[in-house]
Nanobody, 120 residues
């Protein structure tokens, strides 16, 4: 059974940095993409950053030049380095893994979420 283990959330002052990590495990799968989404209170869950198996990345405009997404050489661990954090970055951050098993169909898995609070 696939599990996504997230870590790295917490409280940080404006202008500070945090790094989030997420590792996918369980089952024999191929990683198509991994990424981070966030949901602030009263708002929908939105993409923060995503990397596919070919190394292509997508970033929300609001985090470009501040956040960097990367994966390890297995592709099963995704890291989000967040710098110059702003109060509006406050949200619960969710890891998402797009995986394939014995067939080419993509299945999306979500982590439980890790809270990030940017406040002085």
């Amino acid at each position: 059974q696939v599990q996504l283990m997230e870590s790295g959330g917490g409280l940080v002052q404006p202008g500070g940095s945090l790094t989030l990590s997420c590792t996918a495990s369980g089952g024999n799968f191929r990683v198509n993409a991994m990424g981070w989404y966030r949901q602030a209170p009263g708002n929908p869950r939105v993409l923060v950053a995503r990397m596919n198996s070919g190394g292509s990345t997508d970033y929300a405009d609001s985090v470009k030049d501040r956040f960097t997404i990367s994966t390890d050489n297995t592709g099963k661990t995704v890291t989000l380095q967040m710098t110059s954090l702003k109060p509006e970055d406050t949200a619960v951050y969710y890891c998402r893994a797009d995986l394939s098993f014995s067939n080419p169909f993509n299945m999306a898995y979500w982590g439980k979420g890790t809270p990030v609070t940017v406040s002085s």
